[in-house]
């Protein structure tokens, strides 16, 4: 297996946060001697940090801080934390400091026929999307975002579902951490205490008859600062103020450790092996809900999803089925 830390403009500020990491108070000086540079230089990357929204303190007289401190990715530290079975299906770590989106960036590669067994993670996106043209909002080192390249053949029906068992998965990675209060909010949510924790977002390319290619996107709120959060629209939640503390390392390797798995076996087991585990966690199980489409709306019970994922609404005594695609489920009012 091959892992990288690719290009970008952070690159070369790498050095100067891997000091600031601790959250301590370092001194101009203290920075440019361990960086072999003058303070003048060291002023300079600070600045160039700012852009970056990581809340970078100047303490009177003392020096410089992040408060807080930051837990930032390697790619050593999380193949170290990979389960043998992982280990031998992932074919290349990749990890960004920023990028636009991994999901577009691992399309490209998937297009260019590479990028099968490729796990691509990045500390910040600049375009993170989700449904429907939808943003994602990823600042540095606030999350996990995880796009994983998949070729399968056979034809995309074989991939049913496929969201859904996601969730699943990554319900099972977060509750190695005992994360508490974990849900599932069909299609592609994973919630915890009635907000959104993370989503899943799953591109295909290539034959969508045979061969097909798909890049299973998922971000996943670990820290996110106030200021950041603030163009999010809706109710959201980080695992920091649920359960404090979890490594973003050990929490990128377990969610690995799930999905490549899954991305292996999916062709043979289908969504039948996960629908039990997702209705256990079902975020609006037997309440009521309304289902938006572009130009109408359904209202009724929550009554679970059938063996392909799709979702089951009890209207009036009568059971309708919904696929995923151009729809949003939310709590009836
Ligand atoms: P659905 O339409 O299926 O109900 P949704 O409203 O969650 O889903 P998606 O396209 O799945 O929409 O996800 C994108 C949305 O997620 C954004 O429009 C925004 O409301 C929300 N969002 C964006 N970034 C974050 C984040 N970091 N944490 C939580 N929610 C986010
Ligand atoms: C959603 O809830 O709509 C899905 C959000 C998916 C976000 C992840 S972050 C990693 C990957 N890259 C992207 O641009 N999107 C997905």
């Not at 389960?83 to 691992?106: F, G, K, Y």
């Not at 209060?181 to 989503?199: H, I, M, Q, S």
């Not at 959201?236 to 292996?264: E, F, H, K, Y």
């Amino acid at each position: 297996m091959q892992s990288s830390n690719s290009n970008s403009p952070l690159e070369a500020l790498r050095p100067v946060l891997n000091l600031l990491a601790d959250g301590e108070v370092h001194s101009g000086e203290a920075l440019g001697a361990a960086l072999g540079v003058s303070r003048a230089a060291v002023w300079k990357q600070l600045q160039k940090l700012e852009r970056y929204g990581l809340g970078l303190e100047s303490v009177k007289g003392r020096g410089y801080r992040l408060p807080g401190g930051l837990n930032l990715l390697a790619p050593a530290a999380i193949e170290a934390a990979l389960q043998p079975e992982a280990r031998d299906l992932l074919q290349q770590l990749i990890l960004c400091d920023e990028v636009d989106s991994t999901n577009a960036q691992l399309l490209i590669r998937m297009e260019q026929g590479g990028g099968h067994g490729v796990a691509m993670f990045a500390e910040r996106q600049t375009a993170g999307r989700g449904r429907r043209g939808r943003t994602w909002v990823s600042p540095f080192s606030g999350g996990i975002n995880l796009s994983i390249g998949w070729q399968f053949s056979g034809g995309v029906q074989l991939l049913e579902g496929l969201s859904l068992a996601v969730g699943v998965a990554l319900a099972r990675a977060l509750a190695e951490f005992d994360v508490p209060d974990v849900r599932l909010k069909w299609p592609n949510d994973v919630w915890c205490r009635e907000r959104k924790l993370a989503g899943v977002l799953l591109e295909l390319s290539g034959d969508l008859t045979d061969r097909c290619a798909v890049v299973v996107g998922v971000g996943l709120n670990v820290g996110l600062r106030g200021d950041s959060a603030a163009a999010i629209d809706q109710p959201w939640i980080d695992l920091q103020s649920v359960r404090p503390g979890i490594d973003r390392n050990q929490l990128a390797a377990a969610m690995l450790n799930r999905l490549l798995p899954l991305l292996r076996d999916y062709p043979e087991r289908g969504f039948g092996a996960y629908r039990e585990a997702w209705l256990a966690l079902d975020q609006f199980a037997g309440r009521p809900v309304r289902l938006q489409s572009a130009s109408r709306a359904w209202v009724g019970t929550a009554a679970g999803v059938d063996m392909s994922g799709a979702l089951i609404l009890d209207m009036d005594g009568e059971q309708q089925v919904f696929h995923g695609g151009e729809v949003s489920l939310r709590e009836a009012p």
